[in-house]
């Protein structure tokens, strides 16, 4: 590996960005693409930056069908930031780190932002739009929020849509999601971008408890992800009872 492309490699991790080093197996030839730079001395083509975003989405290196060119992905981790420490947070925090997530809980409120409440697993405090912004979300992350209020919820989804995140989504009615794309709106949003949050949350399992919503959430993450959502969104979008848990 040359030393250009190596600095360049090194430059990408440290900014989380992702990144596939493509090699003439006949010939040698390198080149790395990042996005849609490319640095080296191998000609990349639309045939090339096709093999390269496959491998990118599925974290998986391999050669190309003609056997000519081989893939390899650097990709950074899968991160989950989820906006509010409520009962479903703590059971989607553990199922997305067992799912090989990187996940931050963000919730200003400390009495439910707390280790107790979410052990080994990292806590903001921060409010949600500063917590975000300093996770820099990137086509790696995914963010979820679920505090039902505006205050909390709104500046999150704000700036998740100024960003490259993979998958957003937000707790709650068909109504409350019919307010808060008003509110979003205003705020400088097109329909377009809006279109990108899943709300209500999660896939349509018939999910009640937070467990299950929380698996809800999870799957349809996971459907996003990998480029096939099977399901419609959930219909409740709703805490149980249609309370906040404490």
């Known amino acids: 590996m040359k030393r250009e492309i190596l600095d360049a490699l090194q430059a ?12 003439d197996l006949a010939g040698g030839a390198q080149a790395l693409v ?28 391999r050669a190309t069908p003609d056997g000519r060119l081989f893939v390899q992905a650097f990709v950074p981790p899968l991160r989950l930031a989820i906006v509010g420490a409520v009962h479903i947070a703590q059971s989607l925090a553990p199922i997305a ?22 052990p080994g697993v990292a806590v903001s405090t921060e409010w949600p739009d500063d917590g975000l912004a300093a ?54 949003h097109g329909p377009e971008t809006l279109a990108r949050i899943h709300g209500p949350a999660g896939l349509a399992l018939g999910a009640v408890s937070p467990a299950e919503i929380a698996i809800s959430v999870m799957a349809q993450m996971t459907a996003v992800l990998h480029g096939a959502e099977p399901l419609g969104p959930q219909l409740h979008g709703q805490e149980p009872h249609g309370k906040r848990p404490a």
């Not at 996005?35 to 974290?59: K, P, Q, S």
């Not at 790696?140 to 505090?147: D, E, I, S």
């Not at 100024?162 to 307010?179: E, N, P, V, W």
């Open 97 to 118: 780190a067992l799912a090989g997530y990187d996940v931050t809980v963000i919730d200003p409120r400390r009495a439910f932002a707390s280790d107790e409440r979410f």
């Open 135 to 188: 996770l820099k979300p990137d086509a790696r992350t995914a963010v979820v929020t679920l505090t039902h209020d505006p205050k909390l919820d709104d500046p999150a989804l704000d700036l998740a849509l100024r960003s490259q995140a993979f998958y957003i989504a937000a707790l709650g009615s068909r109504k409350t999601h019919a307010g808060r794309l008003e509110r979003l709106t205003a705020r400088g």
């Open 34 to 61: 990042i996005g849609d730079a490319v640095t080296g001395d191998l000609a990349v083509d639309d045939a090339v930056r096709a093999a390269v975003r496959e491998a990118i989405r599925h974290n998986r290196s």
């Open 12 to 23: 990408a991790r440290a900014e989380h960005r992702a990144a596939a080093l493509v090699t």
